[in-house]
């Protein structure tokens, strides 16, 4: 108490008292393979003979997912709040992002350190933590990516949302971008904002739909215009209805290879896929099926060796039931003489 009543006497006689509070280290710990998120943290110092309330929070989170796409508007860092911090000590506050898509993120997020011995106003200083693990072949493994990957996994990808560690397939939105960018638009191979479709509630029927092959609302009450029925008549009518509703499908065949006539996936031996109804509703086709990836259990194997130990409890047990009973008998035999 009188410590702190000291300190404070202190603090109101001298206006010298700043710098006490400092921001010693801040950045990303480093990642693992099966890692469910980025982990941020900056490691506070008080220098000071008083105790200071202080508070981490996050401000903004910006992705650099290209030179021309910034987006500041989807990354959440959780967590981060500290509490006291004694004098002369030092705390290490840690935020959290969730996240199961890792690696070829770049960005930065800026966070706030907010502290207040007790007369103190409320002072603030911002750290500024930039992320980077990008993967290319050119590029050396980032630090915090060390032990994460092999460089002979790795392939050079043509856009950000493609998985250079999977071969260049389409990463799965969702899971990258956590919802705000759902679909996977094949022709510029990226992921997308999906638009919110909105109908006339007082209308008998939908007027507005969302369409999965081009990723846009139509308008159900212009459906056909009059230049649609001129390219019908002339014959040149192209576009997405030459699609197939099959080839709309974002399919990963695991273990297996795409036939792009039936758009299935043709499994390796071993493997098979889990059953799923391919004409579900049209926003199926805004997440991606995985498919061939379930082993098949070889029952030879497997049955064979159970057998095999099944056959030998069986065969113990007949022996020592078999023991017994000429144990029993002879006992038997020896009673009855
Ligand atoms: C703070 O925490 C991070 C992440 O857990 C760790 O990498 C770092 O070494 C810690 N720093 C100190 C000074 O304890
Ligand atoms: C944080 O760092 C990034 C990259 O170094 C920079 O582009 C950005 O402007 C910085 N933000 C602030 C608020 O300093
Ligand atoms: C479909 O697959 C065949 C080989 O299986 C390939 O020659 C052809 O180019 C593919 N077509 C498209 C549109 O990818």
């Known amino acids: 108490m009188f410590v702190r009543l000291l300190c404070c006497a202190l603090y109101t006689l001298s206006l010298v008292v700043h710098g006490k509070i400092e921001i010693r280290d801040a950045n990303v710990a480093t990642l693992s393979r099966d890692d469910i998120g980025m982990i941020f943290y900056i490691t506070v110092q008080n220098s000071d003979i008083c105790g200071y309330e202080v508070k981490v929070s996050m401000i903004e989170c910006t992705e650099v997912i290209d030179e021309k796409d910034k987006d500041s508007g989807f990354m959440y860092l959780i967590g981060g709040h500290m509490g006291y911090l004694k004098p002369k000590c030092y705390k290490n506050v840690t935020l959290l992002y969730p996240n199961m898509y890792l690696h070829n993120r770049r960005g930065y997020c800026l966070i706030s350190l907010k502290f207040k011995s007790d007369h103190d106003q409320i002072q603030q200083k911002k750290a500024n933590i930039t992320f980077d693990t990008w993967i290319s072949k050119s590029v050396a493994t980032p630090p915090i990516l060390r032990g994460y990957y092999s460089k002979t996994e790795v392939r050079n990808c043509a856009s950000p949302d493609l998985d250079p560690l999977n071969k260049c ?114 926003v199926a086709n805004l997440f991606v099926y995985h498919m061939c990836n379930i082993e098949v259990a070889e029952w030879y194997d497997t049955s064979s060796r159970k057998i095999k130990v099944m056959a030998l409890i069986v065969g113990v047990r007949a022996l020592f039931v078999d023991e017994l009973l000429r144990l029993g008998l002879m006992q038997l035999s020896v009673c009855r003489f």
């Open 169 to 282: 397939k389409p990463v799965d939105c969702h899971r990258k971008y956590l919802g705000s960018r759902n679909y996977f638009n094949k022709k510029w191979q990226r992921c997308q904002k999906v638009p919110v479709c909105v109908a006339d509630p007082s209308k008998e029927l939908v007027d507005v739909i969302f369409t999965p092959s081009n990723n846009k609302c139509r308008d159900m009450e212009k459906s056909v215009t009059k230049s649609d029925l001129q390219l019908i008549e002339a014959g040149t009518l192209k576009g997405p209805c030459e699609e197939t509703y099959q080839s709309l499908l974002n399919i990963d065949c695991h273990y297996g290879k795409l036939n792009n006539v039936t758009g299935d996936c043709e499994c390796d031996p071993g493997w098979m896929s889990a059953p799923f109804d391919k004409d579900q509703t049209d």
